[in-house]
């Protein structure tokens, strides 16, 4: 065999064995969105032995939150709220429960960015892990403080991604009162 027919069968190889994975990787680039949309709707993923059920993980990063932020040195010197829900807010809740968690959400960010603005901290929100390293390594908060905006991130994450929100009301209610206390904790950092 010539040097060039060599050539043209290793190329045709080479072709012929990238092809797949390079259609693979172009349908799912080129579905990607309708994708996260599929994924936000799976409520169980089972992959042999091993599930994951995202509305339980959901409930029980809220209750980790709760407890971190029990534990922490901040909800030990603020002082104990046992306020009730504002109006709005409880209306919002008993209607939109989903939207009462997406809204507290953005209230415990605006608080993080003041926070980071006074202490002139370049924060990233998009990685709640990242953010709560920062300032606990800044020592503006305490480990369990920053456990407890990680847990109440997941739970957010949450209620951005599934397509039919279910979480019970006293759920969202926890949810509520627990990023109240996280804002609190984060204003008197």
Request: hydrophobic letters at 50%.
């Amino acid at each position: 065999m010539t040097e060039a027919a060599v050539l043209i069968n290793s190329i045709a190889s080479l072709l012929g064995s990238v092809a797949w994975p390079i259609a693979i990787f172009s349908v799912v680039w080129l579905l990607r969105k309708q994708i996260v949309d599929l994924l936000g709707r799976v409520e169980n993923l089972n992959v042999g032995d091993k599930s994951i059920k995202f509305r339980q993980a959901a409930i029980s990063a809220l209750n980790d939150a709760v407890d971190h932020l029990a534990e922490s040195q901040e909800a030990a010197s603020a002082p104990v709220m046992a306020a009730p829900l504002d109006e709005a807010l409880a209306e919002l809740i008993e209607d939109d429960p989903r939207e009462a968690i997406l809204r507290q959400w953005d209230r415990v960010q605006r608080a993080l960015v003041s926070l980071a603005g006074r202490q002139d901290l370049d924060i990233d929100l998009r990685s709640m892990h990242r953010t709560a390293r920062v300032l606990t390594n800044e020592q503006l908060i305490s480990d369990e403080l920053g456990a407890a905006l990680e847990e109440l991130y997941k739970s957010c994450k949450y209620a951005r991604r599934v397509y039919e929100f279910d979480l019970p009301r006293e759920i969202v209610e926890g949810y509520v009162r627990a990023t109240n206390d996280a804002i609190r904790a984060l204003k008197a950092a």
